[in-house]
């Protein structure tokens, strides 16, 4: 069972934030948390559910209501955290960190959840920790617990603001509830099982009328598998054979690639032999060719033709030196030639340049003469009426002069006109501000006199209410003693103490009766407990004599069986032995079929062994035969060694043949040669004395050279025929070894093998039936077990019921021997009738003396309000009346203010409309004055510019005919 054991607190709601505010509650199995309002109780529970459930509180929103307010911890960040320590449903302690921030932001608070992590301990003992990037806390969290999350939400840590939820209607309530007990779940769950029912149960008939066909593919499968099985171990056993043939091929692979290589190496020296032979032809014509393009051949000796040839070398020599000398000449005097016509041609371009600077130097000058004169005709500058111009630089003064006296006059005018400006604008403030103070003078008095009309006006109406109450004030006076009276007659008549003593008396007698039912009522509870518990314990006892029948029912039906099983019946706990008895079978049946299975792959493979050695005895037998035939097709009835010498030595004298006939044909040829060149025997060099002889001689040598490449070509084909026949019989030469190994070694031993295999064969067949025989005993064995089995865990239930009956049977007994009691339950039942009765009567007496002391109280303070009310009324129209005189006076004084300042009002409006004519015509001759400034100074402004431009351009024209 789970239980919490510590919460830490730290940073939400009232708990402060600082690690000096953390909080650590310790949780005994009943914890009371008690205290004032705001102390922070609901909190504990809040931190509870947050931390088990990752909800936040009710009215918390986002969070940030949840969070220690950041502004009372003078931050702007709050971190907060809670950390639970607790047990889980498997007893294993573990601990629970959820962590969060608040952030102040300009008008609210944030919060964001931090990393939460979930701590335990494995069960080596070392820490294992979860965090939520890395899972689901809320879902690890109701595992560890053992309860949903709506148990945790609605009942365990329900907020004081849910509480009332069983209150709610009927759809929410229901809601609730199945949230609570999962019945949405259990009902989705029937309706999922109902479903697969009929799914199954249609897959039931498809796999039945498919099992016939299955069982029929099992046993095709299990035939195929034995097959490859046999397969494979030939297989294996081929491959054997392969290596060996491969091992004995080896040395004839690589005789062959030697042979191979040679014939390469033959084959290229042919090649190059051709190759040089085509490339001396080449040669030669080349020779030839050069021969023929040969038109004047020298006639000397070869060391004059080379010394024509060194001399022929000096003289070109020196002639390219020549050349090369005239070649530079030539490229010098041309490079002179070029630099005289540029230097021409650069002259005659500086004459025209200043032809034609020397006629802009004239058109400037006639230029600069035209503006000086105008200037001069225009400004009136004496000496400067000539026609011709020499003295530039007093022209320049002059002008400059003329410029500086326009400016100064300029300037006077434009102060002139300023300070008149000023003066203008002087007086203009000043009768503006004396305008601006009649009018705030006159707003004044205006608005005094309204005040003091409307001051007059609520006087009046004053004074007419005062009037009016003077008669109001002579029947409050009537009705204030008739009121006194009647309060004197109601204090007189009422008896207000004497209801109050008889109300406390019936009081005490209800509280005494009060407390004689209570005691009553705790005499009738512990009189009904009694009597529930007899009936519970009469309950126990027929229930125990049930399991005992039960127990004695199923040890006479399976008594035998387990002492068959077992070797006798176990006092107690024979489920329990039975199931391990049980389990020691399967670990003998598993070890049966281990060894069984063992059995069985032996001698399947030693079957498949002997298969594949008897196939291979067939196969060699086979090959030794074909061996026998080929040599007899090849040698016949001759031995295999006498043919292959045989046919050695007939090869040899072949060849010999062979080469003596290619040695006649080339020495006849030669004969041949030397008779028709000399007419005398090659051998004696003897002449022969007729010609005819000669001819005779070398007609028979022809004839034979004639007949020689028939007999070659005869000789070549008996080679070849004899050099294939021996060729087959080197290569049947490795064969007939190994025929004869075969007969000598290998077939021997195939056919000891086999008798091996026969009989290693037969005596696995034997341990195999008798493992199977084992084995079928220990599957009945715990097969009868598995029968009996669920009868003995009941019967062992039974017995432990049975004991757990007779300790509360004996609990029980003890209880009514301690609560013993000598009255009846009606006795007890009749007195607490009497006493409710008598409490209803006090009760009833007890209102009505109430009632009758409220109402006497009601009537006596209602009288008194009354008379307190009309003495009020009465002293505010005394007080009103008194009043009236002062408000005629100040009424008279403030129609008298008013006349006075009408008239003040008046003399401001008629001073101010003659200032306001005043202050339009100076602001109209201020602005003439600007106006009339304006214009002068742009006149002035515009010839001073003019005569700038006029001198600089004169400078500039000076300026270019000096340059």
């Known amino acids: 069972m789970s239980a919490i054991q510590k919460l830490c607190i730290q940073g939400v709601r009232s708990f402060g934030p600082e690690d000096r505010d953390r909080q650590i509650i310790q949780f005994s199995p009943l914890t009371l948390i008690l205290g004032p309002n705001g102390s922070g109780k609901t909190t504990i529970i809040e931190c509870l559910k947050y931390v088990t459930t990752g909800d936040m509180p009710p009215g918390a929103k986002t969070g940030g209501m949840f969070v220690h307010d950041p502004k009372i911890a003078h931050e702007t960040e709050v971190k907060a955290q809670v950390k639970l320590q607790l047990k889980d449903v498997a007893g294993r302690v573990m601990v629970v960190t959820r962590s969060f921030v608040a952030q102040q932001k300009l008008k609210q608070v944030s919060m964001k959840t931090l990393d939460g992590v979930i701590l335990r301990h494995n069960q080596n003992g070392e820490k294992v920790m979860l965090t939520s990037k890395c899972g689901d806390l809320d ?244 000496g400067f009426t000539d026609d011709v111009f020499t003295d530039v630089e007093r022209f320049t003064l002059l002008m400059q002069k003329h410029i500086s006296a326009a400016e100064k006059s300029m300037n006077a005018l434009k102060v002139e006109c300023e300070e008149k400006e000023a003066e203008l604008q002087y007086q203009m403030d000043a009768v503006r501000d004396k305008k601006t103070q009649l009018q705030q003078e006159e707003k004044m008095k205006r608005e005094n006199i309204n005040k003091n009309k409307n001051e007059i006006r609520n006087i009046g109406a004053e004074l007419k209410r005062v009037g009016a109450s003077a008669h109001r004030l002579e029947q409050l006076e009537k009705e204030l003693k008739q009121m006194e009276s009647e309060l004197q007659a109601c204090e007189a008549s009422s008896n207000v103490e004497q209801t109050r003593t008889e109300v406390q008396r019936l009081q005490a007698e209800k509280a005494e009766l009060e407390t004689t039912c209570s005691n009553l009522d705790s005499e009738m509870g512990h009189l009904h407990s009694q009597s529930k518990v007899r009936t519970e314990l009469d309950m126990m006892g027929k229930e125990k004599v049930d399991k005992e029948e039960t127990v004695r029912k199923i040890r006479d039906k399976h008594e035998d069986t387990v002492v068959h099983l077992l070797g006798q019946f176990p006092a107690d706990k024979a489920g329990l032995a039975l199931r391990d008895y049980i389990s020691q079978q399967d670990e003998a049946i598993r070890g049966f079929h281990k060894g069984f299975n063992e059995l069985q792959s032996e001698m399947a493979s030693c079957t498949a062994n002997r298969n594949m050695l008897k196939e291979q005895l067939e196969k060699e037998e086979k090959n030794r035969k074909n061996f026998e035939e080929k040599v007899f097709q090849t040698c016949g009835s001759q031995d295999f060694d006498d043919s292959i010498g045989a046919l050695n030595t007939s090869i040899g004298a072949l060849q010999d043949e062979k080469g003596a006939l290619t040695g006649a044909r080339h020495l006849y040829s030669k004969f041949v040669k030397e008779l028709r060149r000399k007419s005398m025997c090659p051998l004696c060099h003897r002449d022969f004395p007729d010609s005819n002889d000669v001819e005779e001689l070398v007609q028979d040598l022809s004839i034979k050279l004639r007949l020689v490449p028939t007999q070659l070509e005869m000789k070549e084909k008996s080679i070849g025929e004899q050099q294939e026949k021996y060729k087959q019989l080197l290569q049947l030469k490795p064969q007939k070894e190994q025929m004869a190994a075969l007969s000598q070694k290998e077939i021997p031993n195939l056919n000891q093998k086999i008798k091996e295999k026969s009989e290693k064969i037969g005596k696995l067949r034997g341990e195999s039936d008798e493992a199977e025989e084992m084995l079928n005993q220990t599957q009945m064995d715990k097969a009868l077990g598995e029968s009996i089995q669920s009868d003995l865990l009941f019967m062992d ?154 001198l600089k351009s004169i400078n500039v024209e000076t300026d270019i005919i000096n340059t």
């Open 139 to 382: 879902r690890e969290m109701i595992e560890s617990l053992g309860v949903s999350k709506s148990v945790l939400n609605y009942v365990i840590f329900c907020h004081q603001e849910d509480s009332n939820w069983p209150l709610t209607e009927g759809k929410v309530l229901k809601e609730r509830f199945d949230e609570i007990f999962a019945a949405t779940r259990y009902i989705k769950a029937l309706e999922a099982i109902r479903k697969l029912r009929l799914e199954r149960n249609g897959e039931l008939k498809i796999f039945n009328s498919e099992i016939k066909y299955l069982k029929q593919n099992k046993d095709k499968a299990d035939e195929i598998m034995q097959k490859m099985d046999t397969i494979k171990t030939k297989l294996v056993v081929s491959k054997d054979a392969v290596g060996k043939m491969e091992a004995q091929l080896t040395p004839v692979q690589e005789r062959l690639d030697e042979i191979a290589q040679k014939s390469n190496d033959i084959f290229q020296l042919k090649t190059q032999v051709d190759k040089m032979a085509g490339e001396r032809k080449q040669l030669e014509g080349h020779c030839i060719s050069l021969r023929n393009k040969i038109s004047n051949e020298f006639s000397g000796e070869t060391a004059d033709l080379e010394q024509e040839l060194r001399e022929f070398d000096s003289k070109l020599q020196t002639c390219k030196l020549s050349l090369s000398k005239l070649e530079v000449q030539e490229c010098k005097l041309d490079a002179d030639w070029k630099e005289e016509e540029e230097k021409i041609r650069g002259l005659k371009l500086d004459n025209h340049i200043i032809k034609t600077n020397i006629k802009l130097h004239e058109n400037t000058i006639a230029r600069r003469e035209k503006l000086m004169r105008d200037a001069a005709s225009q400004y009136e500058l004496s």
């Open 797 to 950: 239930r039974c017995l432990d019921d049975i004991r757990q009956l007779d300790r509360k049977i004996a609990t029980l007994s003890t209880k009514i021997a301690d609560k013993g009691s000598g009255r009846s339950m009606q006795t007890v039942i009749s007195e607490k009738d009497d006493v409710q009765m008598r409490l209803k009567t006090i009760g009833l007496s007890l209102d009505a003396k109430r009632d009758s002391m409220q109402k006497q109280l009601d009537t006596v303070q209602r009288l008194r309000s009354s008379v307190h009310d009309v003495n009020t009324e009465k002293l505010q129209i005394t007080q009103d009346l008194q009043k009236s005189r002062s408000l005629d006076e100040k009424r008279s004084e403030l129609q008298t203010t008013n006349e006075r300042l009408e008239q003040d009002a008046d003399e401001a409006g008629r001073r101010i409309t003659p200032l306001e004519s005043k202050w339009l015509e100076l602001s109209e001759e201020k602005k003439q004055t600007i106006r009339r400034k304006e214009k002068t100074l742009k006149e002035s402004s515009q010839q001073l510019q003019t005569m700038n431009s006029e």
